[in-house]
Nanobody, 120 residues
Framework: QVQLVESGGGLVQAGESLRLSCVAS????????MGWYRQAPGKQRELVAM???????NVADSLRGRFFITRDDAKNTVYLQMNNLKPEDTAVYFC??????????????WGQGTLVTVSS
C-alpha cells in the first residue's frame, strides 16, 4: 500500500525558510512525476511545483525564484525548499506522486498534508 508522509511544516516568521520533505513507501512500480500542491483556507488546491523523473521542473509563476523542488530517487523522496516566506504562503501543503505500475498503468497518490503558517 502506497504511503506518502510529509514533514517539515510549521510556524515561521515572514522572510524565513522551510524545507518540506515527502517520503513515498510501499511503491510497486516506478515513480514518475512528484510534486507539491497547497490549499489555503477558503481557497482551492493549487499546484506549487512538480518535478519529472528526468529532473525537469515546473514551479508556479508566482513562486518562481523563492520555491525550489528537488527529488532523491534513491530515497523515494521529494523536497520543497521555500525561501523568503510570506504570510500568503500559509496553507496546507500536499505531496503528490504518480506511479507507473508493472501493468503499465499510472496511479496517483496524495499525502495527508503538512501545515505551513507564516506570521507577519
Amino acid at each position: 500500500q502506497v504511503q506518502l508522509v510529509e514533514s517539515g511544516g510549521g510556524l515561521v516568521q515572514a522572510g524565513e525558510s522551510l524545507r518540506l520533505s515527502c517520503v513515498a513507501s510501499g511503491i510497486s512500480g516506478s515513480i514518475r512525476n512528484m510534486g507539491w500542491y497547497r490549499q489555503a483556507p477558503g481557497k482551492q488546491r493549487e499546484l506549487v511545483a512538480m518535478i519529472a523523473r528526468a529532473g525537469g521542473t515546473n514551479v508556479a509563476d508566482s513562486l518562481r525564484g523563492r520555491f525550489f523542488i528537488t527529488r532523491d530517487d534513491a530515497k523515494n523522496t521529494v523536497y520543497l525548499q521555500m525561501n523568503n516566506l510570506k504570510p500568503e504562503d500559509t496553507a496546507v501543503y500536499f505531496c503528490n506522486v504518480y506511479v507507473k505500475t508493472s501493468r503499465d498503468e499510472m496511479s496517483n497518490y496524495w499525502g495527508q498534508g503538512t501545515l505551513v503558517t507564516v506570521s507577519s
